[in-house]
């Protein structure tokens, strides 16, 4: 499984767009990028997931240069309902969800 | 259409005791995977069930079990219940273990005394 590593905490603004930058230089051919969103006492959820370039849904975005061994989600314009725990994995469709430790984003307003 | 439940929410056990924790997952999903959470730890994977068949087992004593029925709800039980037990329990399920998008319930809180 490859490992990813992602800043422990950053800070932000409401309206200001926060950049999660995770590295997996280890990713497998058949892996894919997926992030998760945790808010506490709640189970995580499941945000985006992208294999290259750049993926967006209506919450965030993906951007997966051509290595793949980095990922960065955009977060538009946050607000206070934003802070919470951003969890990026590397998964295949064989393997289980392991989640690392996450980057704890605070919203201040 | 329903989430994910878990039951119950929260719970209080003495050490030594054992507890039964379910999963009812979202109609239709077949797989169940139960996560544990601690501050200290964060999310550790448990097991993962699919067609009432563990697919994966999380680094865990055997005091950690669990199981999946024919209609794709899911049990975890912890025997002999030790102080750091204490955590989030999370149950989180998915169409198949093929599907990257899993849905996770509210959780169980179990706190051992």
């Known amino acids: 499984l490859a490992k990813t590593t992602q800043p422990i905490s950053m800070d932000s603004y409401e309206g200001q767009e926060v950049n999660i930058t995770c590295s997996h230089n280890n990713i497998a051919t058949n892996d894919y990028i997926t992030w998760y969103q945790q808010f506490p006492s709640q189970g995580p959820r499941f945000i985006i997931q992208g294999y290259k370039t750049k993926v967006t849904n209506e919450v965030a975005s993906l951007f997966i240069p051509a290595d793949r061994k980095s990922s960065t989600l955009s977060l538009p314009r946050v607000s206070l309902s934003d802070t919470a725990v951003y969890y990026c994995l590397v998964v295949n469709n064989t393997d289980k969800l392991i989640f690392g430790t996450g980057t704890r984003l605070q919203v201040f307003p | 259409k329903a989430g994910v439940t878990q039951t119950p929410r929260y719970l209080i056990k003495t050490r030594g005791q054992q507890v039964t924790l379910s999963c009812s997952p979202i109609s239709g999903h077949r797989s169940v995977s139960w996560y544990q959470q601690t501050p200290g730890q964060g999310l550790q994977f448990l097991f993962e069930y699919f067609s009432e068949t563990q697919r994966n087992k999380g680094n865990f004593p055997g005091r950690f079990s669990g199981r999946q029925f024919s209609n794709s709800r899911s049990e975890m039980n912890v025997s002999t219940l030790e102080l750091g037990d204490s955590a989030l329990y999370l149950c989180?399920?998915?169409?198949?273990?093929?599907?990257?998008?899993?849905?996770f319930g509210q959780g169980t809180r179990l706190t051992v005394v």
């Open positions: 989180a399920s998915s169409l198949d273990p093929r599907t990257p998008e899993a849905f």
